[in-house]
T-cell receptor, first 115, second 113 residues
């Protein structure tokens, strides 16, 4: 069984719709992340959470919001989707060692298309 | 602040060697390397820490030049399974780390038979 799962795996939606992407993990990690990947641009951090009560904006948080419902669940919402939010979205987790970044474990990704 | 990776792409024959570079304009605490195969999630390869400690992969090596804010990933005797896009993630020195990485745009490596 996968340690980090994302649902849905593919989603097509229309401009203006609200959409939620979900991430669950069974690794027992405290830290969770949402990244966006666009061709040729690498991975860009949207939001991250170091524990249930700690949520922080990343590089490109505009147009996105998140919810950490439990240690194991971290959801990403697009309040009003627009076409330039079409991308591959990855959730990741890490153990959390003091204040330092450590190995991140990525989910399989959600491919989102906004028409 | 995004690190710069070079080359952007490289094509190898099986058994050849390759070097992928990652450089930053900011002082770095650590450099992390990930590989992503087509259609899959990125997978951790290696962490290089300031001070020389290295954690990671058996068959792939790397260096971290703290003074130059650069890291290089060395793939020797490449195998078909090495194909993919390699990303470096940099942890910059703030005087207190935020605990996050900034990833480069990636280097696409293709190994041919």
């Amino acid at each position: 069984d996968a340690d980090v799962t994302q649902t849905p795996r593919n989603r097509i939606t229309k401009t203006g719709k609200r959409i939620m992407l979900e991430c669950s993990q069974t690794k027992g990690h405290d830290r969770m992340y949402w990244y966006r990947q666009d061709p040729g641009l690498g991975l860009r951090l949207i939001y991250y959470s170091f524990d249930v009560k700690d949520i922080n904006k990343g590089e490109i948080s505009d147009g996105y919001s998140v919810s950490r419902q439990a240690q194991a669940k971290f959801s990403l919402s697009l309040e009003s989707a627009i076409p330039n939010q079409t991308a591959l979205y990855f959730c990741a987790t890490s153990v959390g060692t003091g204040g330092r970044p450590d190995t991140q474990y990525f989910g399989p990704g959600t491919r989102l298309t906004v028409l | 602040q995004q690190p710069v990776q070079s080359p952007q792409a490289v094509i190898l024959r099986e058994g050849e060697d390759a070097v992928i570079n990652c450089s930053s304009s900011k002082a770095l605490y650590s450099v992390h390397w990930y590989r992503q195969k087509h259609g899959e999630a990125p997978v951790f390869l290696m962490i290089l820490l300031k001070g020389g400690e290295q954690k990671g992969h058996e068959k792939i090596s790397a260096s971290f030049n703290e003074k130059k804010q650069q890291s290089s990933l060395y793939l020797t005797a490449s195998q078909l399974s090495y194909s993919g896009t390699y990303f470096c993630g940099t942890e910059m020195y703030y005087g207190g780390s935020q605990g996050n990485l900034i990833f480069g745009k990636g280097t696409k490596l293709s190994v041919k038979p």
